[in-house]
């Protein structure tokens, strides 16, 4: 079994919104379309953070035990172009709703 480089990050703070606190003090906003996904996360919910070349969102949270489990993020103190974030969900749930 691989050796873990660093340890995994548990949730300190998740309200029902779009913020959520880590282990280490870090603060994340989540991407809007993302935030279903965490509602299932719990304290002990261990999550990683990892660093992405994207548009709108500058990380990515990982749920350790669920790797497939990724949410979009940026900085908490940050915020999204409120028009980029309109298009893109808007094109988001058109694609979506053509896939079903």
């Known amino acids: 079994m691989a050796e873990r480089t660093r340890p995994n990050l548990l949730i300190t703070r998740h309200d029902a919104s779009d913020n959520v606190e880590l282990s280490d003090g870090s603060k994340w906003r989540i991407w809007p379309g993302d935030i279903a996904i965490t509602l ?10 990892s660093r992405i070349d994207d548009e709108m969102c500058s990380h990515v ?40």
């Not at 103190?77 to 079903?100: A, D, F, I, M, Y």
Request: net charge positive.
């Open 40 to 49: 299932g996360w719990l304290p002990n919910t261990e999550i990683e953070t």
């Open 61 to 100: 949270l990982i749920n350790y035990s669920n790797r497939s489990q990724r949410v979009r993020v940026i900085k908490a103190n940050e915020h999204w172009p409120l028009e980029k974030v309109r298009r893109e969900l808007k094109s988001s749930t058109r694609v979506k709703g053509r896939l079903k």
